[in-house]
């Protein structure tokens, strides 16, 4: 069971979080925790490691925001204990989950389970801090901004428990943001695959670390509310969403009626920046020349369009990046101007990726050109254009992304009845 930092925040959230988890062992299971820090805890930590020392050691940085989590693990036993349960807290470097030495971004090497496994067969329920471990040379890691939900997965993977259920305050995954569209549908499964391409197109469920680790270890992940009332039934009682297989998937449906439907779902983001470089010299290497910088400098580039050469031998490269990395990204272009030799940089900031996402488009045509003429027919233009397996994503005018995933919900047909 993993619980976020918004369910972690204060104290009457904690002890109802006590509660949830104490009815999962009620009911036969053996129990372990992950827990983020409480809401808001890890920025306060950052910004003191900022004011200290403007470009802080990484090493040390860890240090101070592993202590977020660190609270809320013992926090959490307390209340645990105080309702009459076996509860104790394990620490990173206790268990240990042993880590690269990445510092603020270490990658999850090993968990060791032993003594974990022992400590939850006696019946105690284990409350690990996430988000946090131990390098190589025995100093505290953490797993960069999001990592819980990473830990989480990972410390499922080494019990080889039967599934991870990540409490957060969504009650599980729709088709698209029930703020944009009211008939948007709470869905019963999604694949690893189609997870992984939502979350990284704009859907803020779930890390797409964390997907990718689940696909890897086969860990069943379930996504619930720990938001309820207190006279509500248990929020596991309460359908979530379980991301699984293709395989896991196929066998829940075989010798169903339902077919599986086309499109899983609609995600935006609003997190881009557009930057169209003109007149670049058309000849073997010019690319290269934009992009090695940009990977250097750990921006990530999404889509690239590269217009057909003109008459002297020049062509127009667009792309996108991340909105927070524009400025970098128009400084470090500009330092290279001479090098790479382009006449113009054109740079935008209000732009937005819409995105379908379906294991469905593998085996069915024309989901592109339905997306296309629905957004024809309300006059949005594509600035744009990326696909994937089981994706499709167009870069449109930021002012009009609502208006285009209500027009693309409804095209696929997933306004719910």
């Keep these: 069971m993993k619980f976020g930092g918004t369910s972690m925040a204060g104290t009457e959230r904690i002890r109802r979080v006590a509660g949830i988890v104490k009815r999962q062992q009620e009911a036969g299971h053996e129990v372990a925790v992950v827990v983020s820090a409480m809401a808001g805890e890890t920025d306060r930590l950052v910004n003191f490691c900022r004011e200290a020392n403007a470009l802080y050691d ?31 807290s394990w620490l990173g470097w206790q268990l240990p989950v042993r880590t690269d030495d990445a510092h603020a971004a270490a990658r999850i090497e090993d968990i060791t389970s032993d003594a974990l496994l022992a400590s939850m067969a006696a019946g105690e329920i284990a409350v690990i801090p996430g988000f946090q471990g131990l390098d190589p040379d025995g100093r505290v890691t953490t797993l960069g901004r999001g990592g819980s939900d990473t830990s989480a997965v990972a410390v499922a993977a080494a019990v080889q428990a039967d599934r991870c259920d990540i409490y957060t305050d969504v009650d599980g995954v729709y088709t698209t943001d029930p703020r944009i569209v009211a008939k948007a549908r709470k869905l019963k499964y999604v694949t690893y695959e189609e997870m992984l391409e939502l979350a990284s197109v704009g859907s803020k469920v779930l890390q797409t670390r964390s997907v990718s680790l689940a696909m890897k270890e086969g860990v069943r992940v379930q996504v619930l509310s720990s938001f309820i009332d207190e006279s509500a039934p248990p929020a596991d009682s309460i359908p979530g969403t379980m991301i699984v297989s293709d395989e896991e998937l196929a066998k829940i449906l075989e010798g169903t009626d339902m077919e599986r439907q086309l499109i899983t779902g609609i995600a935006a983001d609003k997190n881009e920046a557009k930057v169209t470089l003109t007149r670049v010299a058309d000849r073997p290497g010019a690319v290269a020349a934009i992009f090695g910088p940009l990977a250097e400098a750990n921006i990530n580039v999404d889509m690239i369009i590269q217009n057909i050469a003109k008459d002297k031998g020049e062509t127009d490269v ?10 970098r990204t ?48 309300r006059g949005i233009n594509i600035q744009a254009i990326s696909t994937s397996e089981i994706k499709v994503s167009v870069l449109i005018d930021s002012d009009e992304v609502e208006l285009a995933v209500r027009v693309l919900h409804t095209a696929y047909e997933l306004d719910a009845a």
């Design 58 to 88: 990484r090493a040390e940085y860890d240090v101070v925001v592993a202590a977020g989590e660190q609270i809320t693990s013992g926090l959490l036993a307390l209340h645990l204990q105080a309702l009459g349960c076996k509860a104790r």
């Design 318 to 327: 667009t792309f996108t990046c991340p909105q927070a990395d524009l400025a």
């Design 330 to 377: 128009q400084a470090l272009l500009e330092e290279r101007k001479e090098q790479i030799g382009y006449y113009r940089m054109i740079a935008d900031s209000k732009v937005a990726k819409v995105s379908v996402v379906g294991v469905g488009m593998r085996s069915h045509a024309g989901v592109a050109a339905t997306m296309f003429k629905a957004l024809a027919d």
